[in-house]
């Protein structure tokens, strides 16, 4: 895949409150005619697709993004309109719209806004960037099995949190610890040497990126501990994106020791956008949210550049 330009954008949410839909809808109107090298990229939690107990089956999916088409016709017009101009779409789900996965529901987008590339964990140009949108390094949000990340409908336990700790919160964790071992099961780890021919890379190095996070029930335990007692002892807890940062450093390190690392790691999720340095060769970029404040944060990128995290309106 060659790319001249890619923008980056995540965390829309459309559907809520605040979603920044109108916003959205002018920026991506501002874009001028690209070639078909121009890629426009959602990294992530653009459509509000799970329902009250935190599922998202293929039926209630379809019937969602038909549902959000319906109330932002302008919107859908707009990316309709940009894929005419000669961008190309390039969508990665995050873990609120994770039921884009499902063939049948990237479809029914499709026949929505236009054609587009779906890429159910990550997304990798040679020499450019690395992308995810990195729920997959959030413990309670970790679909440990991301390349069937419904099996037997499962739901991360953040999904089931509704403001306090509950039975279903406790047996998802449950669940992640089981959907874990599966994950290092012979059947699952010929599915990701499978997933890294898709992408261009060796089988041994994605098996790497696939384990540089994982859910660990004790671990996870010992960290809302933690929080809670920073909270009640009003101290600082780690960086929102923390956790975010330490892992673009593992993706990182596994792709330079197998000779296939990037400029910019693009990530989204934390609602925090920002740019930090890797190394002198490598940056972390969070493409925020639009869903929060007037000014709405996009990765502007291209090949021999420094990565961008630019604003609209600018």
Same mark, same amino acid.
């Given at each position: 895949?060659?790319?001249?330009?890619?923008?980056?954008?995540?965390?829309?949410?459309?559907?809520?409150p $605040?979603?920044?839909?109108?916003? +959205?809808?002018?920026?991506?109107?501002?874009?001028p005619?690209?070639?078909? /090298?121009?890629?426009?990229?959602?990294?992530?939690?653009?459509?509000?697709?799970? @329902?009250?107990?935190?599922?998202?089956?293929?039926?209630?999916?379809?019937?969602?993004?038909? !549902?959000?088409a319906?109330?932002?016709? /302008?919107l859908?017009?707009?990316?309709?309109?940009?894929?005419?101009?000669?961008?190309?779409?390039?969508?990665?789900?995050?873990?609120?719209?994770m039921?884009?996965?499902?063939?049948?529901?990237?479809?029914?987008l499709?026949?929505? &806004? $236009?054609?587009?590339?779906?890429?159910?964990?990550?997304?990798?140009?040679?020499?450019?960037v690395?992308?995810?949108?990195?729920? !997959?390094?959030?413990?309670?949000?970790?679909?440990?099995?991301?390349? /069937?990340?419904?099996?037997?409908? +499962?739901v991360?336990?953040?999904?089931h949190?509704?403001?306090?700790?509950?039975?279903?919160?406790?047996?998802?964790?449950?669940?992640?610890?089981?959907?874990?071992?599966?994950?290092?099961?012979?059947?699952?780890?010929?599915?990701?040497?499978?997933?890294?021919?898709?992408?261009?890379?060796?089988?041994?190095?994605?098996?790497?990126?696939h384990?540089?996070?994982?859910?660990?029930?004790?671990?996870?335990?010992?960290?809302?501990?933690?929080?809670?007692?920073?909270?009640?002892?009003?101290? &600082?807890?780690?960086?929102?994106?923390?956790?975010?940062?330490?892992?673009?450093?593992?993706?990182?390190?596994?792709?330079?020791?197998? @000779?296939?690392?990037?400029?910019?790691?693009?990530?989204?999720?934390?609602?925090?956008?920002? &740019?930090?340095?890797?190394?002198?060769?490598a940056?972390y970029?969070?493409? $925020?949210?639009?869903?929060?404040?007037?000014?709405?944060?996009?990765?502007?990128?291209?090949? $021999?550049?420094?990565?961008?995290?630019?604003?609209?309106p600018?």
């Open positions: 895949m060659s790319v001249r330009r890619l923008v980056a954008v995540s965390d829309l949410h459309l559907g809520t $605040g979603s920044g839909a109108d916003a +959205f809808t002018s920026f991506l109107a501002s874009l005619s690209a070639s078909a /090298e121009s890629r426009l990229l959602f990294l992530g939690d653009m459509f509000e697709l799970l @329902g009250p107990a935190g599922q998202a089956t293929r039926v209630r999916a379809r019937i969602r993004l038909d !549902q959000l319906d109330r932002y016709p /302008e859908f017009t707009a990316i309709r309109d940009c894929l005419r101009r000669g961008w190309s779409l390039d969508v990665v789900p995050g873990n609120h719209d039921a884009l996965a499902l063939p049948s529901v990237h479809r029914h499709a026949a929505l &806004v $236009g054609p587009l590339a779906l890429h159910p964990w990550l997304y990798y140009v040679p020499g450019v690395y992308a995810e949108h990195g729920h !997959q390094h959030h413990d309670l949000n970790r679909f440990p099995t991301v390349l /069937e990340p419904f099996a037997h409908h +499962f991360p336990p953040l999904g949190w509704h403001g306090r700790p509950s039975p279903a919160v406790l047996l998802a964790a449950l669940r992640s610890r089981s959907l874990e071992t599966t994950a290092h099961q012979d059947g699952y780890r010929v599915r990701l040497r499978t997933y890294a021919d898709s992408l261009g890379l060796p089988p041994d190095l994605v098996l790497a990126l384990d540089t996070s994982r859910f660990r029930l004790v671990a996870t335990a010992g960290r809302l501990a933690r929080r809670a007692a920073a909270t009640l002892l009003r101290r &600082v807890d780690d960086p929102t994106d923390g956790y975010l940062v330490a892992a673009a450093k593992r993706v990182h390190t596994a792709l330079v020791a197998a @000779g296939f690392a990037v400029p910019t790691y693009l990530f989204g999720h934390t609602h925090h956008a920002r &740019v930090l340095t890797l190394d002198p060769d940056r970029v969070n493409t $925020g949210t639009w869903s929060q404040g007037r000014r709405c944060p996009y990765a502007d990128l291209a090949p $021999g550049a420094a990565p961008a995290l630019r604003y609209w600018g």
